[in-house]
Every structure is written in C-alpha cells, then in structure tokens.
C-alpha cells in the first residue's frame, strides 16, 4: 500500500533562511512524487514532481526538492526563504500503476518569520 | 484560475438538511477527485470518477453519494448533514497521458459550515 509521511506540523523559518520541509514514502515500484502549497481560503496549488531522471527537480517560486531513493525520502527545499513562502505543504506519491491514485500527507504548517 | 470550477464556494445550511456540491473539471481532463479537508483529518480522499465510472472510494460516508456526468462535470451530494460534516470539500480533475503519470488540478473549494 501507498503511504506518506510528513513528520513535522509545523516548521519555523526566519526570513532569508534555508527552508526544508520533510517527506518520506512507501510505495511498490518506482513512486512518482508530488508537493502542493496551499495559501489560505484556496485550493491545492502544484509546485513540482519527480517522475524520472535527476534527483533534483526545481519547481515554482524557486522551490526544489531532492528525491533520495535510499532513504524513500523527497524532501522540500529553498535556499532563501520568503515571508509569503508561508502557506501549508502538502507532499504526495502515487505508485507507477495507470489506476494508482494520489495518496496526500498530513502537511506541514510553514511559518517564515520577518 | 486552475480550470478546475467548484460551486458554490459557501455554503452554510441546518443539521439534517442536504446538499450538493458541484465540480467541472479541466477541459479534457476525465478523472474527477473529491476531498474532505477538515482541521484535525487533513486531506481526506472520499471518491473517484473516471469517464461517468466509479473508479476508487475512500473515506465517504454513507450518507454522501457522488456521480459524474456525461458531460465529465460531477456532483457530491451529502445528506442527513451533521455538525461534523462542516470542513472544505475539493475537487481535483487529472488526464491520462500514456506513461505519463499526471498531477492532479484543484479547485478553489466550497466551504460547508453546519449549523
């Protein structure tokens, strides 16, 4: 079965700071490998995907997230943080199937500090 | 605007009333989604269309029914509403691309508050 796993709610980061914001899987097979932000009163907005290829993959608004198979881990990472990064993140997998569906994590709460 | 159009955006109604919740999907798109985002569930996965087809279920009540129709736009219908059935309800649509697994488009939600 298809699992994912946010283990922070929340994460605090200083304006101008590194973000990171973990992610770990577990699915059969190759995982294809989702995040989405959510701002407030709005739906789920798509900022990258794994799919194939190099491990890092640059998304929206200057997001990157670093797929490590060893670790099943696709963590979420800026190199300078924002105070409108502040938002809810969601990471996701699906399994390589054609009827393998979505499965979302809890999210994480971003919080970037002025 | 995500293509993705879910009305009405709020919707506010009394216990034991019913409601329906309505979802077009992007243009082309035949997969339709339906989520329950509540504060303590998170996202919750409630049911699956594909093509007018029931496709996947997840977490729905009883009480709640979906359908999609031939023209792809789908319809959540809750009844015998309850206090706890207040939260934001989402629906996403996605494509098949052959090899290609595709994300998922979200609309901007209804908020359901009951009272």
């Known amino acids: 079965a298809q699992s994912v796993a946010q283990p922070e709610d929340q994460v605090n980061v200083a304006e101008g700071n590194p973000l990171t914001v973990k992610c770990t899987y577990s699915v059969s097979g190759n995982p294809y490998l989702f995040w989405y932000v959510q701002y407030p009163n709005r739906g789920l907005q798509f900022l990258l995907k794994y799919i194939t290829g190099d491990n890092l993959v640059k998304g929206s608004y200057g997001f990157e997230a670093e797929f490590n198979k060893s670790q099943t881990s696709f963590h979420l990472k800026k190199p300078s943080a924002l105070v409108s990064d502040s938002a809810l993140y969601f990471c996701a997998v699906r399994g390589e199937n054609r009827d393998d569906k979505i499965i979302f994590g809890k999210g994480t709460r971003l919080h970037i500090l002025p | 605007d995500s293509g993705v159009t879910q009305t009405p955006k709020h919707l506010i109604t009394a216990t034991g009333q019913r409601v329906t919740l309505r979802c077009s999907p992007r243009?082309?798109?035949?997969?339709v989604y339906w989520y329950q985002q509540s504060l303590d569930q998170g996202l919750q996965f409630l049911i699956q269309y594909y093509n007018g087809e029931e496709r996947a279920k997840g977490n729905i009540l009883e009480r709640f029914s979906a359908q999609q129709f031939p023209d792809l736009h789908s319809e959540l219908n809750l009844s015998s509403l309850e206090l706890g059935d207040s939260a934001l309800y989402f629906c996403a649509s996605s494509a098949p691309v052959a090899g290609m697994p595709d994300g998922y488009t979200f609309g901007s939600g209804t908020r359901l508050t009951v009272v």
């Open positions: 243009s082309g798109d035949l997969s």
